[in-house]
């Protein structure tokens, strides 16, 4: 099984458009999301991907204005799982700050499977802020996980202080039987991330937006790769893409590929992983945290 822990439904650029820039103009028109759900099941399908687990990030109003507001952008979500319900895995998404957060996490939870939650704190909070705690205690109930950006942040009016890996390290001591999973692996700041979550169990990090270092960069790859793997061990890292944004730079596919060649490029380079370490990464980890079958 080949599951993606860390995909979106669009494009940043697809969900917010700039409002000083469209003042004197018709603002662009929203994304279809019944023809984006068509083409993301297709997409998987021509990749071999299984599973797709989607997330919201809720920007607030960091990045401009968006088409949709938050709630939304989860109804979406929570209309693309119910027609594909073998096929995708809808994460909550939502800034803990805003009024009532954590019931309406729980209501998606009760009332439409919400597998997850997704938080971004680049937009200005720490994962350990206390509005975010009772978000954790939800996770906790229901036993589903709650990815968080770590690493350096993607766009310049977002704040990286605040998920550097280190920032982390409270929540898994308050919150030992969280689910926590640290997307990008900490990003450029991965042998941070590492370190934390060899210390924590519960913690596992996602390999979104590493298919091009691995294309590009391989043996550096592969060194950081190794290290991490005998660090926290193999099954504690999960496969991802931050697609649809990384479509431009790589294919799904051959995203899908470069893994699944893993085993004889590390034999390239000097270092050694299996096909059956391949298998956990790409799928069965993930299956476990979810509670796939």
Same mark, same amino acid.
């Given at each position: 099984?080949?599951? $993606?822990?860390?995909?979106?439904?669009?494009?940043?650029?697809?969900?917010?458009? $700039?409002?000083?820039?469209s003042a +004197?103009?018709?603002?662009? *028109?929203?994304?279809?999301?019944?023809?984006?759900?068509?083409?993301?099941?297709?997409e998987?399908? *021509?990749?071999?991907?299984?599973?797709?687990?989607?997330?919201? *990030?809720?920007y607030?109003?960091?990045?401009g204005?968006?088409?949709?507001?938050?709630?939304?952008?989860?109804?979406? =979500?929570?209309?693309?799982?119910?027609?594909?319900?073998?096929?995708i895995?809808?994460?909550?998404?939502i +800034?803990?700050?805003?009024?009532?957060?954590?019931?309406?996490?729980?209501?998606?939870?009760?009332?439409?499977?919400?597998?997850?939650?997704?938080?971004?704190p680049?937009?200005?909070y720490?994962?350990?802020?206390?509005?975010?705690?009772?978000?954790y205690?939800?996770?906790?109930?229901? +036993?589903?996980?709650?990815?968080?950006?770590?690493?350096?942040?993607?766009?310049?009016?977002?704040?990286?202080?605040?998920?550097?890996?280190?920032?982390?390290?409270?929540?898994?001591?308050?919150?030992?039987?969280?689910?926590?999973?640290?997307?990008?692996?900490?990003?450029?700041?991965?042998?941070?991330?590492?370190t934390?979550?060899?210390?924590?169990?519960?913690?596992?990090v +996602?390999?979104?937006?590493?298919?091009?270092k691995?294309?590009?960069?391989p *043996?550096?790859?592969?060194?950081?790769?190794?290290?991490?793997?005998?660090?926290?061990?193999?099954?504690?890292?999960?496969?991802?893409?931050?697609?649809p944004?990384?479509?431009q730079?790589?294919?799904?596919?051959?995203?899908?590929?470069?893994?699944?060649?893993?085993?004889?490029?590390?034999?390239?380079?000097g270092?050694?992983?299996?096909?059956?370490?391949v298998e956990a990464?790409l799928?069965?980890?993930?299956?476990?945290? =979810?509670?796939?079958?």
């Amino acid at each position: 099984m080949v599951i $993606d822990i860390h995909r979106h439904f669009w494009r940043g650029n697809q969900r917010y458009y $700039d409002a000083e820039s469209s003042a +004197d103009a018709a603002a662009p *028109a929203p994304p279809d999301w019944e023809e984006t759900t068509r083409e993301l099941v297709e997409e998987m399908d *021509a990749s071999g991907v299984d599973v797709s687990a989607m997330l919201v *990030a809720d920007y607030g109003d960091r990045l401009g204005t968006p088409h949709f507001t938050i709630d939304q952008e989860n109804w979406i =979500l929570a209309q693309a799982r119910a027609r594909h319900p073998e096929r995708i895995v809808a994460f909550y998404g939502i +800034d803990p700050r805003r009024p009532g957060a954590p019931e309406k996490f729980e209501r998606a939870i009760q009332e439409w499977g919400a597998g997850g939650i997704k938080l971004h704190p680049t937009v200005g909070y720490f994962p350990h802020d206390r509005a975010c705690y009772p978000i954790y205690e939800i996770c906790i109930k229901y +036993d589903v996980p709650a990815l968080l950006h770590s690493g350096e942040r993607f766009h310049p009016l977002l704040y990286s202080r605040f998920t550097h890996p280190l920032e982390f390290d409270q929540v898994a001591v308050d919150f030992p039987r969280l689910k926590m999973i640290m997307g990008h692996a900490g990003g450029q700041w991965w042998a941070d991330c590492a370190t934390i979550a060899r210390v924590h169990e519960n913690v596992v990090v +996602d390999l979104s937006e590493w298919q091009t270092k691995l294309r590009d960069k391989p *043996a550096e790859t592969l060194a950081a790769l190794d290290h991490m793997r005998d660090f926290i061990g193999t099954e504690r890292i999960l496969w991802g893409t931050d697609f649809p944004h990384m479509r431009q730079h790589m294919s799904l596919k051959d995203t899908v590929d470069v893994y699944r060649g893993l085993p004889a490029l590390a034999r390239e380079h000097g270092y050694r992983f299996t096909d059956g370490e391949v298998e956990a990464v790409l799928g069965e980890n993930a299956a476990r945290i =979810l509670r796939l079958r």
